[in-house]
Every structure is written in C-alpha cells, then in structure tokens.
C-alpha cells in the first residue's frame, strides 16, 4: 500500500532559525512528489515538484530534496509569514495522489 | 495565467438539506477537475475526479455525487446531507494528459451540517 509519512506533525521556530520538514514515502514506482503549503481557511498553494532522487528545488527561503525513500523541505532564515501547513503528496504508479498529514509550522517573531 | 473559483466559502445546512458547490477554471482547456475533502488530523481524501464533460470518477462511495456539465466546471452534490458530510471541501484541477502535473486548489468551502 502506498504511504506518506511527514514529521513532525508540528514545528515551532523562532524568526531566522532554520530547520527542515521530514516526508517519508513508500510507494510503487514514484511518478513525482510535490510539495504544498495551506494557509488556514485556504486551499493548498503548490510549491514544487520533484521527479527523481538527486533532485532539488528552490524558492526564497524554501528548498526542496529528494531521495528514494524521503523528501525534506529546508526552510532557511524563516520570517513569521512562511507560518503555514505544509503538504507533501506523492505519485505513484498506480496515478493515484497520497497525501501525507502534514506539519504545522509557526514562526515567532 | 490560470484562475480556480469555488464557491461559496462557508456553508451552513441541516441534515437532510440538499447541497450544491460549484466550481469554474479560467485560463485553461480541458482541464482534469477534482473534488477533495480535508478532515482535521485525517489529511485530504479524493472523492471525485473528472477527465471530461460527463466523465466522472467517485473514488469513496458516500451520499454525494459530481457532475461536470461544462468543461470548466464542477459540481459537487448531495440530495440529503448527513452530519459525518461536515468538513473542508476543495475542488482542483490539473492539466489534462500530464500525469505528473501538479494540482492547483481552490480556497475551499467550509461545509458545517447541524
């Protein structure tokens, strides 16, 4: 059965102290994994794709990787307002989107 | 550039009150539509998606039914809510061939049943 695991469930940091959101997946031949941030109240805003181990994204203080069984989204020097839930979603062969539960990130000023 | 339009935002019904959510894509053809249902702690559930007009997949059997009567727009139904119908629903949309494109979401609408 195809999984998607992301950790933790909830990230408190304080402005400018980077860390990183764990996405653990177990899947039949991954397609593409795709990362999203949700607002509260809001739909899922899509971040990025990545397609094959190796690979890497990158937008503002965001950084996507990939390996063959875990994604991590580095988020650097963050400010109050990349305050978000964020999302990973894997492909898998079946063509059939998991999402994982996400994890609530806070930023304190 | 590509709009997703849903509406409305928040709801309120009583059980067994019929439901109807819309929603429109702008800005792209053909688009694959899909209807998804966010329950806190329980991530986002596909319940419908459509590759076309009159073309409608259910992935959860449940009281509620798509339709896609044009091909930028879709609806999502129900002729008797249940209480367990409450949460966050979204509708998005995909492009049309491209397996591995990314879904863009609407901002929801917050379906409460009392």
């Known amino acids: 059965e195809d999984q998607v695991t992301q950790s933790p469930e909830a990230l408190r940091l304080q402005e400018g102290e980077s860390s990183s959101l764990n996405c653990s997946y177990t899947?039949?031949?991954?397609?593409?994994l795709f990362w999203y941030r949700q607002d509260p109240g809001k739909g899922p805003e899509f971040l990025f794709t990545?397609?094959?181990a190796g690979e890497e994204k990158e937008k503002e203080r965001l950084k996507a990787t990939l390996t063959k069984k875990e994604s991590f989204l580095h988020i650097t020097a963050p400010k109050p307002e990349d305050s978000a839930t964020y999302l990973c979603?894997?492909?898998?062969?079946?063509?059939?989107?998991?999402f994982g539960q996400g994890t609530r990130l806070t930023i304190n000023p | 550039s590509q709009t997703i339009h849903q509406w409305p935002a928040t709801l309120v019904q009583p059980v067994g009150s019929p439901l109807s959510l819309e929603c429109t894509v702008e800005?792209?053809?053909?688009?694959?539509l899909y209807w998804y249902r966010q329950a806190a702690g329980r991530g986002l559930q596909l319940l419908f998606y459509?590759?076309?007009?009159?073309?409608i997949s259910s992935e959860v059997p449940q009281n509620l039914s798509a339709s896609r009567p044009q091909d930028r727009q879709f609806i999502l139904s129900s002729k008797k809510l249940l209480l367990s119908d409450s949460g966050f629903y979204l509708c998005?949309?995909?492009?049309?061939?491209?397996?591995?494109?990314?879904?863009?979401f609407g901002n929801g609408t917050r379906l409460t049943v009392t």
């Open positions: 990545l397609y094959s």
């Open positions: 979603a894997v492909l898998p062969r079946a063509q059939k989107l998991v």
């Open positions: 998005a949309w995909s492009v049309r061939g491209g397996y591995d494109s990314p879904l863009h």
């Open positions: 459509s590759v076309g007009i009159g073309q």
């Open positions: 800005g792209t053809s053909n688009p694959n």
């Open positions: 899947v039949s031949g991954l397609r593409g």
